[in-house]
């Protein structure tokens, strides 16, 4: 697909989107809902022909999940923003929320996607429920806008946030169908051995957890009385081959034997533990305040 027909779809979005946002007509709206489907479409295909497909795809269930997830925000944030009730707008908020929760989720982010929820989807969506149940229409007109100029009356943020959205979009596009060095697809071998490496050194940092690790392989050769580990001459507990695919460290006996151990990738800290660790190890006082606001908010 030309990359100027990318661009057309994302901008024909757009416009679509803030015609929406007014009352229309019932046969002006569906014209303008088969335009957006035609866009959504169009840039659907394009990221479908461009954008890099993992392997597995045809037999991992996630990514097919992620992707349907993916298209269920998409829609719910379209309907949240032209629905004409604030209250079902407000649910369809809800409904972004879990979906982007959810994809969080399969990203190994369960961080990100408990605080979404908690934040977005509980505290400042009751907090946007209550202001309308709660607020009263002015019985005067001019209060409600009848009487002023449509300057007044035409909200300017939607189109800032069109052209922001644009712009966002037009950029990822830009890096869809610019296939250069620039812009690499796959992670090289050396980025991947680096962040290896990164997540190796992490756990130098949580020793009960590598302690955990090892002695769990030690068990499976036969080896129980591990009493510690044994650090190595740099000081380090774990050395990390070049590629980082592997670790290697000592265990030390109750009577004092050695049983040196490879550790393979899965023992590396999955991503929520290695964020826990960083909050907790980096950033206690920060964590301290975001767990007041939680309260406050809850």
Known sequence: MNANLFYAAAALGAVVLYLMMEPRPAAFRAALTVCGLAAVALIISAVARNAPVPEAAGTDPSF???????LVAVAGAARMVTHPRPVYAALYFVLVILAVSVNFLLLQAEFMAFALLIVYAGAILITYLFVLMLAQQSGDQSMRGEESAWYDRTPREPIAALILAFIML????????????????LASPAVVARANIRA??????????LLRESSAIAETAGITDIAKLERGADGRLISVDPSGTTASLTLLSANGDRHPITLDGTAAPANSTALGHALVAQFPVSLELAGVILLMAL
């Open 64 to 70: 097919w999940v992620h992707v349907m997830v993916a």
């Open 200 to 209: 190796w050194e992490r756990m130098e940092d949580m020793p009960e957890l």
């Open 170 to 185: 037009s950029a990822t596009g830009d890096a869809l169908f610019r296939r250069d060095n620039s812009v690499p697809w």
